[in-house]
C-alpha cells in the first residue's frame, strides 16, 4: 500500500532545533507539489512549506528564514529542517504529497497524508 511515516518530532527548548522526515512507501515524491502543514491544539490547519513540482517553494511567514523543506528522491525522503523554534512552533506537523489545504489536517480530502508528528518547544 501507500503510506506516509514522518519522524524526528519530538520536545525541545526555546532556539533549538529538529529535522522532520517523511518517508513514503509504493509511492515517491516526483512530479508531485511536497507539503508540510502543522495544526496547533485547537488550531486549524496550516501550510508551513511546500515545494511544488516545478521547483517552486512557500514558506509560511512565521517560519521564513528559520525553516527548509528538502527531499531526496533515491530515499524517497522529505524533510523540514526546523532552526530557532519558538514556543509557537509547538503543533503537530504533517507531511502530504499532493494535499490540498484542508482545516483540519486530520481529515484531508486529497492526496497522501502521513500521520503526524508532534513538535513541542519548551520556554
Known amino acids: 500500500g501507500i503510506e506516509l511515516v514522518e519522524s524526528g518530532g519530538g520536545s525541545v527548548p526555546t532556539g533549538g532545533s529538529l529535522r522532520l522526515s517523511c518517508t513514503a512507501s509504493?509511492?515517491?515524491?516526483?512530479?508531485?507539489?511536497m507539503n508540510w502543514y502543522r495544526q496547533r491544539l485547537r488550531g486549524s490547519c496550516t501550510l508551513v512549506a511546500q515545494?511544488?513540482?516545478?521547483?517552486?517553494?512557500y514558506y509560511d511567514p512565521s517560519v521564513e528564514g528559520r525553516f527548509t523543506i528538502s527531499h531526496d528522491n533515491e530515499k524517497k525522503t522529505l524533510y523540514l529542517q526546523m532552526n530557532e523554534l519558538r514556543s509557537q512552533d509547538t503543533a503537530v506537523y504533517y507531511c502530504?504529497?499532493?494535499?490540498?489545504?484542508?482545516?483540519?489536517?486530520?481529515?484531508?480530502?486529497?492526496?497522501?497524508w502521513g500521520q503526524g508528528t508532534q513538535v513541542t518547544v519548551i520556554s
Open positions: 502530504a504529497r499532493n494535499g490540498m489545504w484542508p482545516d483540519d489536517c486530520t481529515k484531508p480530502d486529497y492526496g497522501y
Open positions: 509504493g509511492i515517491t515524491f516526483d512530479r508531485a507539489d
Open positions: 515545494e511544488d513540482m516545478n521547483g517552486n517553494f
